[in-house]
């Protein structure tokens, strides 16, 4: 960690003398290295992470032809909110939102305000554009997948306000995230491994929950 710590400065201070690929190649490194390391649950490396992408901004490395990949997007809020940097991610979106790469029908941007919704509690709003992403099918597999996995996130903590038609939807969306992983066959099975097992133990923690018992 306090290597990592020194190396965040340096590479500020000294961005400026590398040829932008070199630079765009530490920078990756650096951040794959940032979530491998949170993925063994070290949630620290995190705001490393978030540290990088400020200075990836500040650099404009991250923009081809003043445009920013969709992918990218996604990778900076989603840190942004998980680091609760709430504030500055509003601020990215709102300023970043007009160069989003073929993001004609809306949906990535949709995707990612939903994400911030979530994780500042407006769940009534959360879920609204993430019913409304799920309803435009021509899109990337990855965010119906991710869309569905939040509204389940988002029901469940919005519970103690929910309606009997929703809670039945809540319910319901067990049998909608299951055929949704077995009629996408570009799903890995990997990705299909993670998502079966996210939603066999949300099922059962939501039940339980619920005092219905486990099915």
């Not at 920013?68 to 942004?80: A, R, T, W």
């Not at 979106?93 to 509690?121: C, M, P, Q, S, T």
Request: charged share 25%; with cysteine.
């Amino acid at each position: 960690n306090d290597a990592f710590a020194e190396f965040l400065p340096l590479m500020e201070t000294n961005r400026d003398q590398l040829e932008s690929d070199l630079a765009n190649e530490v920078y990756s490194f650096a951040l794959n290295y940032c979530i491998q390391q949170s993925n063994t649950g070290k949630s620290e490396w995190l705001e490393y992470a978030f540290a990088l992408y400020q200075q990836l901004l500040d650099t404009g490395l991250l923009l081809y032809d003043g445009k920013m990949l969709p992918q990218q997007f996604k990778n900076i809020v989603s840190n942004g909110c998980r680091t609760q940097h709430l504030e500055w991610v509003a601020t990215f979106i709102d300023a970043y939102k007009d160069r989003l790469v073929d993001d004609h029908d809306g949906v990535a941007l949709d995707y990612n305000l939903a994400i911030l919704r979530y994780h500042e509690k407006q769940y009534r709003e959360a879920m609204r554009l993430l019913k409304s992403i799920i309803a435009r099918e021509n899109h990337d597999i990855f965010y119906g997948m991710d869309a569905r996995m939040y509204l389940w996130r988002a029901y469940f903590e919005h519970l103690d306000h929910l309606s009997p038609d929703e809670i039945d939807e809540m319910y319901k969306l067990y049998d909608s995230v299951r055929l949704y992983i077995d009629r996408n066959k570009k799903i890995s099975a990997l990705h299909q491994l993670q998502y079966r097992n996210f939603v066999r133990l949300f099922k059962r923690f939501m039940f339980l929950l619920l005092d219905q018992g486990v099915s």
